[in-house]
């Protein structure tokens, strides 16, 4: 069993559309990073999230610490969000280990 | 800032042959990361520095690999003897904390024959 979820792995939106990804996790964490990475390779790293919820632009992430469970949302989408977004934690046991959910694959059409 | 900047770009090698990726961090940032990402597994850490010292390299697959950060503004990730498996994309990171939001360079695709 991965110590990280993501669902959906792959989600196809048409432009425009309010689009969430999930991630879920097993145990304590020290910290989430959502991580974005396009077509090319290249990573960005979106937001990193300990409580409560982060706002950037029309990305948006939240995470409920009691339900081990975080959400990206992107707002009236975009073509050129079609990327990778991956959920990485950090967590308490084993160290502030990172975990790295599978990633979910975006292709927002025009 | 050039932000994280990560050497060659592109490396093909022979299976037995020496790698040496580089990595130069955002100047200022306290800690290093080296990632690798393959198809099969996904992300994965391999090694994060502190201040130049490593900190965890639980996610060294091997002894072939190691890692070394001299000083605060280079970083070298070091495959002896390379294999095919090896084949990947690997990534450097730094920030300004351990905690903090993490700075990717533009990653090492390796591929070895």
């Known amino acids: 069993k991965n110590e990280v979820e993501q669902s959906p792995q792959n989600l196809t939106a048409q432009e425009g559309e309010f689009i969430t990804i999930n991630c879920s996790y097993s145990?304590?964490?020290?910290?989430l990073h959502w991580l974005q990475q396009h077509p090319g390779g290249g990573i960005v790293s979106l937001f990193m999230?300990?409580?409560g919820k982060k706002k950037h632009g029309r990305l948006i992430a939240t995470i409920n610490i009691q339900e081990k469970h975080s959400s990206l949302h992107i707002t009236a989408s975009h073509p050129r969000d079609s990327a990778v977004y991956i959920c990485?934690?950090?967590?308490?046991?084993?160290?502030?280990?990172?975990?790295f959910g599978t990633g979910t694959s975006l292709t927002v059409i025009p | 800032d050039a932000g994280v900047i990560q050497s060659p770009r592109h490396e093909v090698t022979e299976m037995g042959q020496e790698v040496t990726l580089r990595c130069k961090p955002i100047?200022?940032?306290?800690?290093l990361f080296w990632y690798r990402q393959t198809m099969m597994r996904g992300l994965e850490l391999l090694i994060y520095?502190?201040?130049?010292?490593?900190?965890?390299d639980s996610g060294m697959p091997e002894d072939r690999f190691s890692a070394k950060m001299p000083n605060a503004s280079f970083s070298t990730l070091k495959i002896q003897p390379s294999e095919p498996r090896d084949s990947a994309v690997y990534f450097c990171?730094?920030?300004?904390?351990?905690?903090?939001?993490?700075?990717f360079g533009p990653g090492t695709r390796l591929l070895v024959l």
């Open positions: 999230l300990s409580s």
């Open positions: 145990v304590g964490i020290s910290a």
């Open positions: 520095f502190n201040n130049n010292v490593p900190i965890d």
């Open positions: 990171a730094s920030s300004q904390g351990g905690l903090e939001t993490q700075y």
């Open positions: 100047s200022g940032h306290d800690y």
């Open positions: 990485a934690v950090r967590m308490i046991r084993n160290g502030n280990q990172f975990y």
